[in-house]
């Protein structure tokens, strides 16, 4: 698995065993380099052993490593934010596996908090921030929070999308779009069959999100009509290579 910046886990090839082994043997190995640097990368390397747990159903040996994971990037010379916020998100997961109620209330509070000590959440982590916290709200039955807060979460993420879909190549821009999709994924799947009044508030966030990397995409193309003309061709291509750089 990886941890992504944005707080999921992702599988990749590969077995999980040997991927254990990679990160214990990084571990030792920053052990022994003793820079300013290796505390926050030991980390990373037990944040990814406790990964391999979790991809085990091993949690309570996952959540052992989480903590220590995040207590050492803590006390390092110079923390390492991300694995700040992703580590927290990834206690809400470990958490949820072992149906702990009172331990995910805690970790809402710990990454709620952490938010709001560093100023977090008017930045590009907001929105990934606010779907965990009402990852953590669904999961405690705090509907109403959980609501109001994956719309939160969707409308932030999908102001970066436009500012990333804009400005990335295509290939590029569908992946991150494809990365986020967890997120607007919460929104509808909280406006189930149990809940009609929610449909419509869902279907809009849906609409606006797919339409606006479709009209993106389509912008940068010439019409057909168009394509042909290679004087047009080269201005509208040094024309979408400008706006990427605004």
Known sequence: IYHDEDGTLEPIAG??????????????????AGNVASGQLQALCILGQAGVMYAEHRYPEALTLLKRGIEMNESAPQPELTSMVTARTH???????????????????????LGDRRGLRHTGRGPIIAHWLAHADRFLGRDADAWKGALEADNGIRERLRYNVERLPDVRALEITRKRSYILNQVLDMADANK?????????????????????????????ELSLDPEVTSVHAAWVTAQKKL
């Not at 339409?211 to 193309?221: D, H, I, K, P, Q």
């Open 15 to 32: 077995k999980t065993l040997a991927r254990e082994i990679y990160f214990q043997e990084g571990e030792v190995g920053l052990q022994m």
């Open 91 to 113: 206690g809400i997961q470990y958490l949820e596996a072992l149906g702990d109620s009172a331990g995910v209330d805690s970790a809402f509070a710990d990454l709620a908090a």
């Open 196 to 224: 009609p009044e929610r449909w419509e508030t869902a279907w809009d966030h849906l609409v606006r999100t797919r339409g606006m990397v479709r009209a993106e995409l389509a912008r940068r193309r010439l019409p057909a």
